[in-house]
Nanobody, 127 residues
Framework: QVQVVESGGGLVQAGGSLRLSCTAS????????LGWFRQAPGKEREGISC????????YYTDSVRGRFTISRDNAKNTLWLQMNSLKPEDTAMYYC????????????????????WGQGTQVTVST
């Protein structure tokens, strides 16, 4: 029984920062690539970042590259997303995802590539 839970969302002004956390249970943490997705109202869920099993390979979508940083500590079964220089267009529900493979695939930004999902945490960036 795999459980993925993300937290850390909230309301922040433009230019501010938030750090999202994701914990997983029921899995061998270092056997999984992990990713972050977000979904704004009326839009499809989009992948924004992916980390391979040990954090040696990280990927970002263009909209967040340079502002967001993905990291993980397998000993703590925890994944983070540090979000800096937040913009109103970052407002969305943010989801943690896991796949039982060591690497991010070439299609990591698509939802079909992932097996397990958290419940989501809301990030709202005000102007």
């Amino acid at each position: 029984q795999v459980q993925v839970v993300e937290s850390g969302g909230g309301l922040v002004q433009a230019g501010g920062s938030l750090r999202l956390s994701c914990t997983a249970s029921g899995l061998t943490f270092d056997n999984y690539a992990l990713g972050w997705f977000r979904q704004a109202p009326g839009k499809e869920r989009e992948g924004i970042s992916c980390s391979n099993w040990n954090g040696s390979r990280k990927y970002y979508t263009d909209s967040v590259r340079g502002r967001f940083t993905i990291s993980r500590d397998n000993a703590k079964n925890t994944l983070w997303l540090q979000m800096n220089s937040l913009k109103p267009e970052d407002t969305a529900m943010y989801y943690c995802a896991a796949r039982p493979y060591s690497s991010c695939s070439s299609s990591w930004a698509g939802v079909d590539d992932w097996d397990y999902w958290g419940q989501g945490t809301q990030v709202t960036v005000s102007t």
